[in-house]
C-alpha cells in the first residue's frame, strides 16, 4: 500500500523558472508538477532518451543479421556462396557503418 502523502512543501519560483520546469517536465513526460518535483527532490534527475540514430542502428544491424542467415541458409543447401548475396550483405554492412 502507498504511503498517505499528508505533509505539503511550499515554494516560490519567478515565471522564468516556473517556465523552465514546465519545460524540464514535459520533456520528461511528467504531466504533474508535483510528481515532477517530487521525482526530482527523491533521485535528482529524470531521464527521457529518445535516440532515433540508435534505433536507426539497431535496425540495420537486425536487417544484416537476417541477410548473413539467408546465405548461410543458402550456403548451406546448395554448398555454394553467391557473389551477389555476399555483395548485398556488404553493402547493408557498409550502410551501418557510414
Given at each position: 500500500?502507498?504511503?498517505?502523502?499528508?505533509?505539503?512543501?511550499?515554494?516560490?519560483?519567478?515565471?522564468?523558472?516556473?517556465?523552465?520546469?514546465?519545460?524540464?517536465?514535459?520533456?520528461?513526460?511528467?504531466?504533474?508538477?508535483?510528481?515532477?518535483?517530487?521525482?526530482?527532490?527523491?533521485?535528482?534527475?529524470c531521464?527521457?532518451?529518445?535516440?532515433?540514430?540508435?534505433?536507426r542502428?539497431?535496425?540495420?544491424?537486425?536487417?544484416?543479421?537476417?541477410?548473413?542467415?539467408?546465405v548461410?541458409?543458402?550456403?548451406?543447401?546448395?554448398?555454394?556462396?553467391?557473389?551477389?548475396?555476399?555483395?548485398?550483405?556488404?553493402?547493408?554492412?557498409?550502410?551501418?557503418?557510414?
Amino acid at each position: 500500500m502507498t504511503e498517505r502523502r499528508d505533509q505539503q512543501i511550499h515554494f516560490r519560483v519567478s515565471k522564468v523558472e516556473l517556465e523552465r520546469i514546465r519545460q524540464k517536465m514535459e520533456s520528461c513526460g511528467i504531466l504533474s508538477i508535483g510528481s515532477y518535483l517530487r521525482k526530482m527532490a527523491l533521485d535528482g534527475y529524470c531521464l527521457n532518451l529518445d535516440l532515433p540514430q540508435l534505433r536507426r542502428m539497431a535496425y540495420l544491424l537486425q536487417n544484416c543479421s537476417n541477410n548473413l542467415n539467408q546465405v548461410a541458409k543458402r550456403a548451406n543447401e546448395s554448398g555454394q556462396l553467391y557473389a551477389a548475396d555476399l555483395e548485398d550483405l556488404r553493402s547493408r554492412l557498409d550502410e551501418l557503418i557510414a
